[in-house]
């Protein structure tokens, strides 16, 4: 069995029946519209980044399974918002917890990053991410340093040019905390300009118990999509 095979992505028709029931008719057209671009993202780069995929029983993962999420890629739109609204420069590395399939890192390097590391804990994803990643320099060039870590999100170390930590709501509760506290002690022995930014915070709680040489920026709130909450820290 491939790796592909493993990959049970959802049907459009499920998607689009939840979102109908939870929301309604109005946020399915804007859930339409945002699928559009990420297709045409996708054909345009050679990529595979528009599916959602549940994470299923038969994938191997390198961590704790309950304390992760299906794989659903973030909207390009919302994310090009939050970063030029933020106005976050594009130094540094971009480091996406919960990477998925690479689409987060793919547009940071659109966004103007010219590092960018992934890190997944099923192995699977991190198979197809590396396939995006190669289809995307393949057409863009080779000028992005963009790879895959697969491990545990716990286990990532923090590097002194980490400015940019990205978390699209990717695990629990106790798994942010223990990721938090490490960005926390980076930054701290190593003072720079750094930011995390937590689409969807199911678990804001974690964040708003930063240090208080963190500052939360003004709260963004995107329709057909949901809120998302950054913190910068003031080196």
Not at 101 to 114: C, D, I, P, Q, Y
Not at 139 to 161: K, S, V, W
Not at 191 to 204: D, G, T
Request: glycine share 6%.
């Amino acid at each position: 069995m491939t790796a592909d095979s493993r990959l049970t992505a959802l049907s459009k028709y499920e998607i689009f029946k939840r979102t109908l029931h939870k929301d309604g008719i109005f946020f399915v057209l804007i859930a339409g519209a945002r699928y559009a671009r990420g297709f045409l993202f996708d054909k345009r780069h050679g990529t595979r980044t528009s599916m959602r995929v549940a994470l299923a029983d038969d994938l191997t993962i390198a961590g704790d399974r309950e304390t992760g999420h299906d794989l659903v890629p973030m909207p390009i739109g919302p994310f090009y918002a939050t970063l030029k609204k933020l106005r976050i420069p594009a130094r540094g590395a971009f480091i996406d917890f919960g990477s998925g399939n690479a689409r987060t890192l793919l547009l940071a390097a659109e966004f103007g990053f010219k590092r960018a590391v992934g890190v997944e804990f099923t192995k699977e994803f991190c198979e197809l991410s590396e396939r995006n990643i190669k289809a995307y320099q393949k057409r863009r060039g080779n000028n992005f340093d963009m790879h895959i870590l697969c491990i545990d999100a716990t286990r990532y170390e923090i590097q002194p040019e980490d400015c940019v930590f990205f978390f699209f709501n990717p695990f629990d509760a106790d798994i942010l905390k223990l990721v938090v506290a490490n960005i926390e002690h980076s930054v701290a022995i190593r003072p720079r300009a750094a930011w995390i930014i937590y689409s969807k915070p199911l678990h804001e709680d974690v964040l708003d118990s930063l240090s208080s040489s963190w500052e939360k920026s003004n709260e963004l709130s995107y329709r057909g999509f949901g809120r998302v909450v950054a913190y910068r820290f003031m080196s």
